[in-house]
């Protein structure tokens, strides 16, 4: 397929998909009384992840290290600075105390954790298994917070019934929609954001290859841009939507999944040691870091992200893409 055509194919299904998933998600959360932060952190960011951890396991396979591990750590500079950024800058985020206790502190350790393992210039099949171990510990933590707000929800809709008395009705409302069409909705706009991010990156890589890219440029610009897709259109969607718990919940979680869960198991499955290459080690992953860390006074001031600040962080990211692109092309 011509590069250009699979490119605009993908865009297209990334907007349908993400449609899908932000609508059905919300409703899936209102149905359980799951809040829509622990579904954008769970159900959502996993979906939305699947992009990174096809491009890390065929990079992986094929011994493209310098591709693998620049899509994770562009990926979470764009999550970060540039969708994070944009989103603020269409409405300021507020942030809840959930998000300050917990999903933040989980973004950052995750980044501080890539960092300490890759120092020595390569990750090992032991690195891999502390960072799938991290991921699950997160991923655990996520499905407990599911259950007590489902838990909570229901303690709450029964006490309502008891005080309205044995006549009132129980169950949803006529006419809405069952919960198996919502969850097959929801895995269809999944499978349309996947299908339509391979289509971008496929493209992306095709035209950045025959301009003579490198492994680890083309996966720090073109394919984090384009696997990051899906959290881009998913954010933005839920935030025009009004549903900015799920589009927040989907960045922190990615953030997670995309170093623990996505480079993990990429680490456990490729020949031997990883090699970490020496440009990444010395600017991208410590911006990475770096941008991980500045959240957390920023999300505490005030406990927001006003669009002043999320300009700033836009900035920032443009500004890193330029030096990027004049650099080491």
């Known amino acids: 397929m011509n590069p250009v055509l699979a490119l605009l194919l993908g865009l297209a299904a990334l907007v349908v998909g993400a449609e899908l998933v932000v609508r059905e998600g919300s409703a899936i959360a209102a149905r359980f ?3 829509p932060l622990v579904v954008g952190m769970t159900i959502v960011s996993l979906g939305t992840s699947l ?36 989103s603020a800058l269409i409405r300021p985020i507020t942030f809840e105390n959930r998000t300050l206790r917990i999903d933040l502190p989980a973004m950052i350790g995750a980044a501080v954790l890539l960092f ?4 020595d210039g390569g990750l090992t099949t032991r690195d891999g298994v502390w960072l799938c171990l991290y991921g699950a510990a997160y991923l655990l933590l996520m499905t ?24 009132s009705p129980a169950g949803p409302p006529a006419g809405e929609r069952s919960v198996a069409r919502e969850a097959l909705l929801l895995v269809v706009g ?5 299908a339509g991010s391979e289509f971008l990156v496929d493209g992306a890589v095709t035209i950045a290859r025959n301009l003579g890219v490198t492994d680890a440029v083309i996966g720090l610009t073109i394919v984090a841009v384009g696997t990051s897709a899906p959290e881009l259109v998913t954010t933005l969607v839920s935030t025009v939507r009004g549903n900015r718990d799920i589009a ?13 869960l996505i480079l993990g198991p990429t680490v456990l499955v490729a020949p031997g040691s990883v090699p970490v290459p020496d440009d990444v080690l ?19 001031t005030g406990r927001r992200l006003n669009r002043w600040e999320g300009a700033a962080f836009v900035a920032t990211y443009l500004a890193y893409m330029a030096w990027l692109l004049t650099t080491r092309l």
Request: proline share 3%.
């Open 282 to 300: 010395a600017l991208d992953l410590v911006l990475m870091v770096a941008a991980a860390l500045v959240c957390l006074p920023v999300f505490r």
């Open 33 to 35: 009384g799951i809040s």
């Open 248 to 260: 927040l919940g989907n960045l922190l979680g990615s953030s997670v999944f995309n170093i623990a």
């Open 190 to 194: 999944l499978a349309v954001v996947v």
């Open 116 to 119: 300490v393992l890759a120092r």
């Open 144 to 167: 407990v917070l599911a259950r007590s707000d489902a838990q909570r929800t229901s303690s709450t809709a029964g006490d309502s019934r008891a005080a309205d008395g044995p006549g």
């Open 51 to 86: 992009p990174e951890l096809a491009v890390g396991l065929n990079a992986a396979r094929h011994g493209n290290a310098g591709l693998a591990v620049g899509n994770i750590v562009g990926t979470n500079v764009v999550n970060i600075l540039l969708i994070l950024g944009l």
